[in-house]
Nanobody
Framework: EVQLVESGGGLVQAGGSLRLSCEASGFTVDDLTIGWFRQAPGKEREGVSCIIGNDGSTSYADSVKGRFTISGDSAKKTVYLEMSSLKPEDTAVYYC??????????????????WGQGTQVTVSS
């Protein structure tokens, strides 16, 4: 079983940066596809980015492309989401999710079986 713990959320001004971390246990990062999702109040959960651990392939939602970077550190069993040029509309609870059976880049939340507890990101204008 995969267990995920997110950290790194907080309050930041528009234009600022944050780095979210997702530490995995139960599987190595190389054996997982990991996605970052977010959910703002009153909105559906949306995919932000994902990475295939064993080859480093990545994908991004159009809304964050060029501003967010996903990366993995196998030794630390951690996947990061570097967020820059943050906007108020990036405000949401951010979740990481993982699954050892996903072999393609997907940001469909239904395909991920394991989820972290979420971390709040608030961007003030």
């Amino acid at each position: 079983e995969v267990q995920l713990v997110e950290s790194g959320g907080g309050l930041v001004q528009a234009g600022g940066s944050l780095r979210l971390s997702c530490e995995a246990s139960g599987f190595t990062v190389d054996d997982l596809t990991i996605g970052w999702f977010r959910q703002a109040p009153g909105k559906e959960r949306e995919g932000v980015s994902c990475i295939i651990g064993n080859d480093g392939s990545t994908s991004y939602a159009d809304s964050v492309k060029g501003r967010f970077t996903i990366s993995g550190d196998s030794a630390k069993k951690t996947v990061y989401l570097e967020m820059s040029s943050l906007k108020p509309e990036d405000t949401a609870v951010y979740y990481c999710a993982a699954d050892p059976t996903i072999t393609t880049l997907t940001m469909s939340s239904y395909e991920y079986d394991y989820w972290g507890q979420g971390t709040q990101v608030t961007v003030s204008s």
